[in-house]
């Protein structure tokens, strides 16, 4: 280390501690006029630091003493800022030895304390560096120094390194992560781990080069568990980056933001009810404000009651309604919401029906009249968004998912599902990825596809015996 202390208790302390450290102190000079350099910190309520820093110290007459050419010609890296710049002394010494040290990677740690720094000085230590370190509350400070205005940290980064022949440019920017530039290749580092803000929270991959192909955007509701959760990691997978939504099961919305982040995905998790106008809103303006676009939308959001016919009694207008306003007013809520940045996308919607509103076929009216109602919406919905976005719905039979095997209540999931199977020609009810994979299909892969009710049944609306007997072998 190279610095200077003042011949004081202070001075004492300080080598004390540094040399048990394993410092060099070597190269720490004494200085017997000027006392030891402190700085008073205090912390706003928000955590934010303020410094006040001691005037006319001994590291303000840092000198340009025998061996220090020397000790720059060997070493291998080089650490100095701005503020140790502040004096005319300290700043011919700071400046004198980068330049000397050529073989050295030369790291000018911007460091902008108070008013102790200046355009020029900037320029100045730029020109000396082989490596910029400066974080986001510095960057519009160096840029100005530069004569450049640049908002995009990204490319500010990138002018900083081409226009001063950086090896490396780092911007750290807090919990946002940060922005290298290394000998040309930009690339964007995230925090691995998920931030709260409010009801969202982030999760993000840890890295991604900047110049990899724009990723596509998806929204898919109810995205915590079953078809979403399917859903949303097919479409990580596919490229797309995710808005994983719930309401209740925020632990197993986490573990789905985990997994798509681990397929390279950046998410954003966002807990709202999508019955709810305001929060359908809220949660686009979140994904548009993160990526600029959104190409394409999942209604998976459900909510359903059991009651069969002989039940009538028990099914007031409240059941009718708690269902319509997820099951119905929520995707055309979401719909509304999304279409203008999936005009934009050419992108498309599915929603995810029931073979119950294509049948009529279930055991709650609310419910299969709800499936029925998003069925004709789809259809509505398609000819008005048509040629830009395209509008599908998946109707799937059983799905072997904690969605229905709540609904079937302790026990009665088995039992659903024999009697399932017994009753469709293919003899088998649907995985959430089996799914999963026919929404992603109609959003990536149905190119000519628009107002469609695909039936994911196993073949029930054939009806089972209907058909004859096989033929002949």
Not at 25 to 41: E, F, I, K, M, Y
Not at 133 to 153: H, R
Not at 281 to 310: E, H, Y
């Amino acid at each position: 280390m190279v610095s200077r202390v003042g011949g004081d208790p202070l001075g004492d302390q300080g080598i004390a501690a540094l040399g048990s450290l394993g410092v060099d102190c070597s190269h720490l000079q004494r200085d017997p006029r000027h006392p030891t350099g402190t700085v008073a910190v205090t912390l706003g309520p928000a955590g934010d630091a303020s410094y006040v820093f001691a005037a006319a110290t001994a590291w303000d007459n840092l000198a340009w003493e025998p061996g220090l050419e020397q000790l720059a010609g060997e070493a291998d890296a080089v650490c100095f800022g701005t503020l140790g710049q502040r004096s005319k002394e300290s700043r011919e010494t700071i400046r004198r030895f980068p330049a000397a040290a050529t073989r050295a990677v030369r790291v000018f740690d911007v460091n902008l304390r108070q008013h102790f720094h200046s355009p020029e000085l900037i320029r100045d230590s730029l020109a000396l560096a082989s490596v910029l370190k400066f974080n986001d509350e510095e960057l519009p400070v160096v840029a100005a120094a530069c004569g450049v205005v640049e908002n995009d940290p990204v490319a500010a980064v990138r002018q900083r390194a081409d226009r001063y022949g950086l090896r490396l440019a780092a911007l750290t920017r807090g919990a946002a992560g940060s922005v290298l530039v290394d000998n040309g290749v930009v690339r964007v580092h995230f925090s691995p781990f998920a931030i709260p803000c409010g009801p969202r929270a982030v999760s993000r991959p840890l890295c991604r080069e900047v110049g990899m192909p724009e990723r596509k955007v998806a929204v898919v509701t109810g995205s915590a568990t079953g078809v979403g959760a399917a859903t949303v990691l097919g479409l990580a997978r596919r490229g797309y980056d995710v808005v994983i939504n719930y309401t209740k099961s925020e632990a197993e919305a986490a573990a789905s933001a985990a997994a798509c982040a681990e397929a390279g995905a950046d998410t954003l998790l966002v807990r709202a009810d999508v019955a709810d106008d305001a929060a359908c809103r809220s949660m686009v303006g979140a994904a548009v404000d993160r990526w600029g676009r959104i190409d394409a939308l999942v209604n998976n959001a459900g909510r359903t009651s059991v009651a069969s016919m002989a039940g009538w009694e028990g099914v007031d207008a409240q059941v009718f309604h708690d269902i319509y306003a997820v099951n119905l007013i929520g995707p055309f809520q979401m719909i509304r919401a999304c279409a203008p940045e999936l005009t934009k996308a050419k992108g498309a919607i599915v929603n995810v029906s029931s073979m119950a509103g294509a049948l009529g076929i279930g055991t709650s009216a609310p419910y299969i009249a709800s499936k029925g109602a998003l069925n004709a919406l789809t259809l509505n919905v398609a000819r008005m968004l048509a040629p830009d976005v395209r509008v599908n719905a998946v109707c799937p039979g059983l799905i072997l998912s904690r969605w229905f095997a709540s609904g079937a209540g302790e026990g009665g999931m088995e039992q659903l599902k024999s009697q399932y199977e017994r009753a469709v020609p293919l003899e088998r009810a649907s995985t959430p990825a089996e799914v999963a994979d026919a929404v992603i299909w109609l959003i990536d892969g149905a190119a000519t596809m628009t107002g469609e009710l695909l039936l994911l049944d196993s073949g029930m609306h054939l009806g089972k015996g209907l058909s004859g007997s096989r033929p002949a072998s």
